[in-house]
């Protein structure tokens, strides 16, 4: 079981008026987020888009809120694999300040071709690197290519 921990201060710009996170740049962050997963990994994202023409879009996103972050907390954005499939890859986030929980979300990626944007297997040196990292729990899985 792998679980990948980015810190990061929350930015002037990543809030509204009142100080307080904007969740339109909650998603934002976390797409930095999968970035730095997927390098972690050993996939950085321009060898993937602009050399092997993979692309990983989120095909569904869920997100729950539980507490308010405000201008300059210190948050981390922990993420781990749920379920490695076929052409997707299933990810659970969470996201904590100091005084614990602020949000969590689940999210799925699908491999894509960036040549013709259709899905497409995950190739065998990703998923295998996807697969050691596949958080066990009940329901996670790995589905066979």
Known sequence: ???FSFARELRFGDCDPSGI???PSYLNILNGVVEEFWADIGFPWPELITVRKIGTPTVHLSCDFSRPSLF???LTFSLRIGKVGRASLHLAHVV???DGMRW???QI???TSLVDHHAIPWPDDIRAALVRHLHAEEGAEAVPS
């Open 96 to 98: 904590s300040g100091a």
């Open 104 to 106: 969590k979300a689940r």
């Open 72 to 74: 300059g907390d210190r």
């Open 109 to 111: 990626l699908a491999a």
């Open 21 to 23: 996170a904007y969740f």
């Open 1 to 3: 079981m792998t679980t």
